[in-house]
Each structure stands twice: as C-alpha cells, then as structure tokens.
C-alpha cells in the first residue's frame, strides 16, 4: 500500500470511503426556498419547540443524525466517533445536541467549512481503519448566529447588499468502510486547507472573506491530483454567495485557472435571493452541509454527476476579534465526492 | 496488520507514533509557581506585548509553536498538519496565533480536553500514513478566559474555593513517525471520550462537572486495553483540581477501580494553592497541555515513568449556555504516553 498522502496538502483514499447514508434538516425559510422539497425535514417553527434558539440549534443536530442513522438502519452503538461543529461560542449547539447518542465525540471548529473538515478527518479515520462507521454532524441557525456574530434581531438592522444569510440547518453524514450495506457515494480524496487573510474587515462580506481560501484550496486540489477543473462535472464552494463567487473565478483566474464553467455555491443554491431577500445567498455550517445532502448527493447517485468537489468556506472571525479591529481571514475544506 | 481498534472507544497504535518534540509557555503566574522553573519560556508580562488578552493568547500558541518547531530543528514546510484549538469562542487564538505557519489547519473543540483530542487525533492521522509529521497546539489565558466566561476582572469578584484558575499558557507537540531524529516519547493509545453531563449547573465548580467523564474514560481505556490502575505509573488527569480529584476517586471507587495511588492533576501540579490563591488548582487547554511538556514529558524520558496515562479534561459550557440555566456537561480524551 502506497502513501495515501497526495501532493502538499492532499490524502487520496484507495480504499473506500464511502457516505453511506445522509440526512438533511432545514427551518421555515429554507423550505421556502428552490430546494425547498428536497430536504428530508422542514421544520414547522424555527424554534424546534425549544425554549431559545441556541437549544433549537442543537435540536436540529439530534435530528439530522436521527434520521441519518435512521435510513441506515444504524443505531448510535454502531458508530465510533461523532465528529460534530457549529459556530457558536465553545460549539454549544453540537455538545447539547449529541450528548445523548454517547458516543466518543471529536468536537471540529473551522467555521461553516467545518463539514468538510469533518468529513475529511472522518474520511482519514475510516480509510486508516480506526472506525468501520462514523458520523460527521454540523450545524447553523440564523437567529442563533445573529446573536452570536451581529446584532440583536429585534434591532431589525438593514444588511448590506454582500451579506449572507446563516441558514437553519443541519446535515448528517454517515461515513463508512464498506459499501455492502449501501452507499450514497464515495469520498476519493480530500484537500485539508490553510488560512489566508487578505486582510478584509468587513464581517458583512464573507463571501470575500472566504473566496482567498476557497482559490487557495482548489488551486491546490487541481495542483496535489494533477486533474484540471473539468475533471470535476461540479465544483461547489459552501457559502461564497453571489459576491463572493465572482472573487473567488477571478482569483482562481489569475492563476490561469478558469472555473467558471463548474462552480456552484451551496449558498446560491439556497435561497431565492430576491424574493426571499438573502441578498448574496446562504451562509452557516448548515449550509453547505444540507445542500450536499439534499441537492448533491442525489445527482451523484444519479450519475448526473460523476464526481464532485465539495468545498465548504468558513470565516474565522468571533464578535470580539471583529470589535478588537482583526481582519476576517478564511478557511476551505475540500473533500472530492464520486459516484460508487 | 490487525485492526487499531481497541475495545469500544479505543485505538491502539503498533507502528510507531512519537513525541518528537515539545515546547511550553506560560505567563508570570504560573511561571512563580512550583514548576516555574521546568517551562521552556516563562513571559515577562502576560499581554505577551500586545494590545488585547486574545492577541496575548494567539501569541503564545505562535511561540509555543515556533519553540517546539526550533527544537525539533524543523520549520513549518516540515509539518503537514496543524491540529489546534483554545477557549475562545471561535477558537480566535489558534486562527490568528497560527495562521502565519502557512499549514492546513484543522480546528479542534473539546473545551480543557482539546490538548487530549488534537494528540489522540494527531497520533491517528501519523499511524495511518496522512503525515509524516504534524504538530498539536492548545493554549488558554486567565484574562481571555475570564472574559469569555466569567466576570470582567475589573470587578474584583471572589472565587469560590472550588473554583481553579485558568492558566495563561501553551503548549505544543510535534508527532512524528519516525524515532531517527529522536524522539521524547511514544504515544501508544488512545481512548475518545463520550460526554458525560451530571446535572451539575455551577460552573465554578469545573472539578465536579468533568469527573464524570474522567472516570467514564478512565475505566474505559483500563477495560479496552485490559489493565488494571496500577499498569501505568501515572494517570495525569487535566485540570480537576483538589475538588474534583476527590470526585473522582469517589466515583471510579464505586466501580471498583482504585486509582488513588496513581493519580495526579496537571492543575493541582501548576500552582501553590495557598500562596498563590489558586483554590483547586489551574484549568485551562494550556494547563494540561504545558504541564505534560515541561513536567511529565522529563520523567518519562528519564525512565522514572514507563508508562503514563494523560487524561485532559474538559467543560462543555459557554456563557450563553449558562446564562440559559443548562447544565455543564464534561469530556475527557485519554492518550497512553510510554517511555520509547
């Protein structure tokens, strides 16, 4: 068995990793939305009839991993590890939100990339045999958010036009080293990514926040597999937005990389922008975790596509590096996602 | 090669994983207290000469970092992984302290049992082949920590005397593969821990929130591996504290497992309570994670120790969690430290 390190900052995975089952959840306004029917739950009440949305938060975890196990027709003492993050403060919405399932936890933070990260550890953990089944959680919920990273809702502050709208939402994933049982689709490889700061400090536009990381990642994904953008039928950042988007082609595009022709964002995906008034699209750990889930996965089963490069975005800025003046630098996970 | 696993929530490694090198710092505090004299680097002024307490904070991940890199002779391009996290909502001090090493970064929560989690899933990702070399970095601060927390220290508020005393500090371990260019120790298992959550709502009282999952951890990794306390020379809990020392001794007793003779704190070693007004003892990602560098790290090599159980632990909480009258669950991630 040869290496399974890849270039600079890649893993290859000869052996199989593979999703073997999913389960996405999203609130009120993300049902309303275009991929409104394809999500597994829409909640009815965006408070998951919780008594505060950092509780609603964590319900919407215990439920995306329910019903994931659930369609694998897994219980929690089939699975090893709980690889699980959010954004808020001390990632609270996943410790409450899992507890239960008592299993070993490795809690993850790297903003809204965090799904890729866990997927990508998860990934590392199943190919290097130390589970046979494991389950990555991550989560978001727009109140929640708010009244971590902005301000109080009740302020009904105006966003500006680059500014994304945190999604309530959660998506599980269970990840497995066999595909007898079944699979959704395999994960062949991963591109682990480092921060870059361009030294942007407006936390409104995370979209540029995030497309320096996002070029840094896939630049090094295509360099570490020698593959060009077309190897790829899809390339999905998770939360770049319309804003962040264009950046983000035209970073890779001063590279002499021209993706233009594959990228989709989750976050554009999400959201009827003008109707529903999200300004550049969607944002959150819930984000591009739900998107894969629901909109992703089932057109790489399909064989739509034959392999996809998932790359979710986080920004990694608090309340108090924003108020002490900091620069908001980015962060991108990319997993690469085939058809079994 | 057989299977890593070992029992329900541990991993043994056969291949070699190693402490190649290791780095502490801490701040004016700790460094008058009883292990002053064993850190790499003891600082001057706890603002580390910066303008705000997380800035402080991310300065001592980058020295802690920068030290264990330049006694190990290798440079960032020699690690392929930077396995970090801290206190701060956001992880900030880790994101800003390491973003200049230019490394794919990924993000750890698991509150004082972050220093635990990163080497458990650093010595996985060195024993499957994902790198040759990687580094763990944790770190906390009194100040920063009392503001994320707690009350702003202008108010002068008394401490309870259960309460323990965050430590202003880091530490940071490069894992290697390899032994050739020497080594300080082996890590040759590890058990993830599961959340434990008591019921326990007083979160001056950290002690008593996480033995339980000290003792759920402990007994785990003596049933997985099939020893009794006395096959290792030490079992280094995190930052229990006097108080919850006491716990849990009690509660590991009420399973029939006695571990009084072998039992230690990292945050009982840190401070002298009584002088220095510490109460139970230091807390803290960085308490645990300097006082396995500088002052167990040296007796395993040395061969007083063959064979040393570290456990670090960790609360769950958050202000917003508290505020909203939840519970403090607990975590502890267990790494089997051996003489190489």
């Given amino acids: 068995m040869g290496s399974p390190q890849k270039g600079k900052q890649s893993v290859a995975f000869d052996k199989g990793v593979y999703i073997r089952e999913s389960a ?3 609130g009120t ?9 394809l999500f597994d739950m829409v909640a009815s009440d965006d408070m998951m009839g919780c008594d505060n949305w950092e509780a609603a938060e964590s319900t919407l975890q215990k439920e995306a991993l329910s019903l994931a196990l659930g369609k694998a027709g897994l219980t929690h003492k089939d699975i090893r590890y709980l690889l699980a993050g959010d954004l ?3 990632t609270v919405a996943s410790s409450y939100g899992l507890m239960d399932f008592e299993t070993p936890i490795l809690g993850m933070y790297g903003a809204c990339s965090t799904c890729g990260e866990a997927l990508g550890i998860g990934s590392m ?3 290097g045999g130390y589970a ?4 990555c959680v991550t989560s978001s919920h727009f109140a929640s958010a708010e009244k971590e990273f902005r301000f109080p809702l009740s302020y009904g502050s105006q966003r500006p036009k680059c500014s994304t709208w945190t999604v309530t939402g959660s998506g599980a994933y269970v990840l497995s080293a066999s595909s007898t049982s079944g699979a959704r689709a395999r994960i062949t490889g991963i591109t682990s990514g480092r921060i870059v700061d361009y030294g942007i400090k407006d936390s409104f536009n995370m979209g540029c926040c995030m497309a320096p990381a996002a070029s840094d990642t896939i630049a090094q994904n295509l360099q570490d597999f020698g593959r060009k953008p077309s190897d790829y039928d899809k390339i999905f950042t998770g939360d770049l937005g319309t804003v962040g988007q264009q ?5 890779l595009n001063a590279k002499g990389i021209e993706i233009a022709a594959q990228h989709d964002d989750c976050g554009m995906r999400m959201y009827d922008s003008i109707r529903q008034k999200t300004e550049a699209g969607g944002s959150g750990c819930g984000c591009s975790a739900a998107v894969l889930s629901a909109y992703i996965l089932p057109r790489i089963e399909s064989g739509e596509w034959k392999r996809v490069l998932f790359v ?5 800025l608090s309340k108090t590096s924003f108020n002490e003046g900091q620069t908001v630098p980015g962060i991108a996970h990319a997993v690469v996602i085939e058809k079994v």
Wanted: glycine share 12%.
């Fill in 125 to 127: 953990l199943i190919a």
């Fill in 132 to 135: 046979d089944t494991l389950a």
């Fill in 88 to 90: 808020l403060a001390q």
């Fill in 312 to 316: 979710p975005t986080g920004a990694l």
């Fill in 247 to 251: 950046a983000l082609i035209d970073l």
């Fill in 29 to 37: 306004k993300e049902g309303e939305g275009p991929l409104g029917a």
């Fill in 24 to 26: 996405s959840i999203v």
